[in-house]
């Protein structure tokens, strides 16, 4: 399955995904935004991978990581071959989420301060 494209910009800090990529640059604050690849952040891998536990026809995504106001897990995206799914968090919030389990998933974690993280689901 293809990964999501997402992209940032460093200006605002807006972050984008692609429904359809098409190809062309996309711009923001007059710069072209960057992609952002990953697992590529130099930070903690345990903190910051989302996990997960298939519960009969579910699936439970979590991350172990704090919820303070200057330091949190904005959201958790789930993909599959039909369908992306995202759930926002705010500081307090526990990052937990569940969806229906299907087989080929992608599941992504977004720190506010490290980024984008993921894990692929056979
Ligand atoms: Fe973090």
Redesign the pocket.
């Known amino acids: 399955m293809k990964e999501l494209k997402i992209k940032k910009c460093l200006t605002c800090g807006n972050v984008v995904a692609f429904l359809d990529d098409k190809g062309g640059k996309l711009v923001c604050c007059n710069e072209p935004m960057i992609e952002v690849k990953a697992n590529t952040v130099d930070?903690?891998f345990e903190?910051?991978i989302p996990n997960y536990e298939i519960n009969g026809d579910k699936i439970k995504v979590y991350v172990n990581?704090?919820m303070e106001p200057e330091?949190y897990i904005e959201w958790i995206m789930i993909k599959t071959e039909k369908e992306t799914r995202v759930f926002y968090f705010r500081p307090g919030d526990e990052p937990v989420c569940e969806v229906p389990y299907s087989s080929n998933m992608i599941i992504y974690s977004y720190?506010?301060?490290?980024g984008l993280w993921s894990k692929n689901i056979g």
């Open positions: 930070a903690s903190k910051h990581h704090v330091h720190c506010n301060l490290h």
